[in-house]
């Protein structure tokens, strides 16, 4: 199965789909399915430009609009998360996932699909310490500082995502785990991304909470953006768990010799040096390792695109389905999602423990009883107007049918399309958005997007 890679979209749409059918043709070679590592910018109209937290010149509508109205279907079946510029009222209105045009798939804020096979999972938006502890208190449209609290990752996803017990194939997010480049090319990366130098010796490049997914989860893969550049690494979790970091990178950050780690090179590149077998109560269990991999933005001359070639785990024509594991999560969990500026407190581990198992069992009666399939349908429905429009689009939240049907589904409040009151809200109390956002790397101009 080959696997098309994609750092930041920032609407370029069109290109990133020329540039696949320019490499299938000079590769001989079918793209089954394409990840966008965030920034996708999935702008309707003029209207969702409001909910872009850009400066206004970068305001442009992009080529996702042709793919909403259906002037254009996208050729190869695409899954992407949420970045840090982004439609963010559209997203919104996806909270849990779905198509936001045919054959595009949003994960949601956070979630699990499968695709042939594989388990995908995926975090959306970035780190700010200011809001991560906060429940989600945006309402539309959006003032100065909840056009940016809007993409700034909840702990409340986080704590969804670290229920998990299945093993995951890939992870997506769009912001780098914390420590992530410890484990690559330094030399290479300082040389290319002279400003990171600081971060990099302070072990504050990335964000923590993608630190500890990545300890917990320990995915096999694991694909990012927003810094936008190309950067592989591959995490060692043994070397990772003890932060034992391979010998450069030791010598570039003054750190004296660390203990050896018996695990550090992958069982299949070793040769024993001995004649004698070993005894089976020798043996320990390989490593576990993460393939990680970001990418740059979509620009001439630029590593933006990778394509990955994973093993199949099935025989049939694939395409996305709902994980059980992760609706079992999403049921227990619903009733703490906060709308609020204060977040709900979540039972302790036992007690979640066992509401996700009993919401397995729940589920998987629905399932037995054909009630519940787990093939997500393609049900996309157009909510806002999209481009061109003769008149005014009215600046309001929308229904989302797809997130009706998903709370169906598994038998949960929506919470999140709640209906307009009237034709456009009145807007809330205005608050100065903050200067300084942590994780939001502005550099110049031209590395802004």
Same mark, same amino acid.
């Given at each position: ?51 872009? $937290? ?99 990752? %909840? ?29 690559? +090319? ?44 190309? &950067? ?17 990178? %030791? ?20 040769? $024993? ?15 576990? &390792?993460?393939? &990680? ?8 001359? %630029? ?24 609706? $079992? ?41 054909? +009630? ?7 049900? &996309? ?18 229904? +989302? ?20 009151? $009237?034709?456009? %809200? ?24």
């Amino acid at each position: 199965m080959k696997i098309a890679v994609q750092g930041c979209c920032h609407g370029e749409l069109d290109n990133i789909y020329g540039s696949l059918k320019l490499i299938e043709q000079n590769n001989g070679c079918k793209i089954d399915l394409l990840i966008i590592c965030g920034d996708f910018q999935a702008i309707r109209n003029e209207t969702d430009l409001n909910s872009l $937290s850009v400066p206004d010149k970068f305001k442009t509508l992009g080529s996702f609009w042709k793919y909403y109205s259906g002037k254009e279907v996208a050729p190869y079946l695409t899954l992407f998360i949420g970045g840090n510029h982004e439609a963010s009222n559209y997203l919104w209105e996806l909270y849990h996932g779905g198509w936001i045009c045919d054959n595009i798939y949003y994960m949601g804020h956070s979630g699990v699909i499968n695709f042939g096979g594989l388990r995908i999972g995926g975090i959306s938006g970035i780190y700010k310490s200011g809001d991560y502890w906060r429940g989600y208190m945006e309402q539309y449209p959006y003032n100065p500082r909840t056009l940016k609290s809007a993409y700034h990752v %909840r702990k409340y996803e986080v704590d969804k995502l670290m229920q998990i017990q299945q093993p995951l194939d890939i992870f997506l997010s769009h912001d780098w785990p914390r420590g992530i480049e410890r484990y690559g +090319n330094l030399d290479l990366l300082m040389y290319q991304k002279k400003f990171f130098r600081q971060e990099i010796m302070t072990n504050t490049l990335g964000c923590e909470h993608n630190e500890i997914l990545l300890s917990k989860l320990k995915p096999s893969y694991w694909f990012a953006a927003h810094l936008h550049v190309h &950067f592989p690494a591959l995490v060692n979790h043994d070397m990772w768990d003890k932060k034992i970091y391979p010998p450069r990178t %030791r010598e570039i950050l003054g750190i004296e010799d660390q203990p050896p780690n018996d695990n550090s090179v992958p069982a299949e590149t070793t040769e $024993s040096t001995s004649d004698t077998p070993s005894k089976p109560s020798e043996v320990s269990d390989p490593p576990k &390792f993460t393939k &990680f991999l970001s990418l740059d933005k979509c620009l001439p001359r %630029r590593k933006f695109i990778q394509i990955i070639d994973i093993p199949e785990k099935t025989d049939e024509n694939p395409d996305f389905y709902y994980d059980m594991e992760w609706l $079992s999560i999403t049921r227990a969990m619903h009733p703490y999602l906060s709308l609020s500026n204060n977040p709900q407190t979540l039972p302790d581990e036992s007690t979640l423990e066992k509401l996700i198992k009993n919401e397995r069992f729940y589920l998987e009666d629905k399932l037995k009883s054909g +009630n519940l399939d787990l093939k997500i349908p393609h049900n &996309f429905e157009r909510t806002a107007p999209p481009y061109p429009r003769p008149d005014t689009i009215p600046d309001i939240a929308y229904v +989302n049918p797809q997130t009706t049907t998903f709370c169906d589904m598994i038998d949960i409040q929506n919470k999140i399309n709640t209906v307009p009151e $009237s034709p456009k %809200r009145a807007k809330i109390e205005h608050i100065e958005a903050e200067q300084a956002v942590q994780s939001e790397i502005i550099i110049d101009d031209d590395e802004f997007l």
